[in-house]
T-cell receptor
């Protein structure tokens, strides 16, 4: 069963700062998911990646399969980026599996 | 595309009653649906995996007789919390996956409060 560690748990930053959230997992995986959860609970899938790097707008996700580590970066952060960011991996490593989630990073961007 | 809906979004019920939560894939066929729950200030946890036309697979510690899952069609899975108790109060969220694909599309969640 995969274990997921995320850091930091809480992060407060000023608008415009570059944000990095880290995720480590214990078992080899087919792909890693980055999710965003807003206060109402709804979840948005930001990225699913299995190697290298993906970029969507101001969000960048990277993964190092050998080191079992991924990072989520936010450039030019904005108060609307305030949310909980969650890293998730297939619980058994395979693509057909349900997900195991990190505890999330509670991000607050202050104006 | 790839929209998943959940109904209801919020439900309050009395202890001992049963509550049914629906998860629908609106514009795709979901061969697999997953049910997760999240207690306050905790991570999401997988409860069960539901494949269309077959019995759900439950995670350790999740009572299959208490949390009844039905995935009768490629667009609908239901979770019924039977004889709900206050400790079942939680945020329940489903996700759906297309055949052969790994991406999971999440529903908006259902907040259950059992009094």
């Amino acid at each position: 069963k995969n274990e997921v560690e995320q850091s930091p748990q809480n992060l407060t930053a000023q608008e415009g700062e570059f944000i990095t959230i880290n995720c480590s997992y214990s078992v080899g995986i087919s792909a890693l998911h980055w999710l965003q959860q807003h206060p109402g609970g709804g979840i948005v899938s930001l990225f699913m990646l299995s190697s290298g790097k993906k970029k969507h707008g101001r969000l960048i996700a990277t993964i190092n399969i050998q080191e079992k580590h991924s990072s989520l970066h936010i450039t030019a952060s904005h108060p609307r980026d305030s949310a909980v960011y969650i890293c998730a991996v297939p619980r058994g490593g395979g693509g057909a599996d349900g997900l195991t989630f990190g505890k999330g990073t509670h991000l607050i961007i202050q104006p | 595309g790839a929209v998943v809906s959940q109904h209801p979004s919020r439900v309050i019920c009395k202890s001992g009653t049963s509550v049914k939560i629906e998860c629908r894939s609106l514009d795709f066929q979901a061969t697999t649906m997953f049910w997760y729950r999240q207690f306050p200030k905790q991570s999401l946890m997988l409860m069960a995996t539901s494949n269309e036309g077959s019995k759900a697979t439950y995670e350790q510690g999740v009572e299959k007789d208490k949390f009844l899952i039905n995935h009768a069609s490629l667009t609908l899975s239901t979770l019924t919390v039977t004889s709900a108790h206050p400790e079942d109060s939680s945020f329940y969220i489903c996700s759906a996956r297309k055949r052969g694909k790994e991406t999971q599309y999440f529903g908006p969640g259902t907040r259950l409060l059992v009094l």
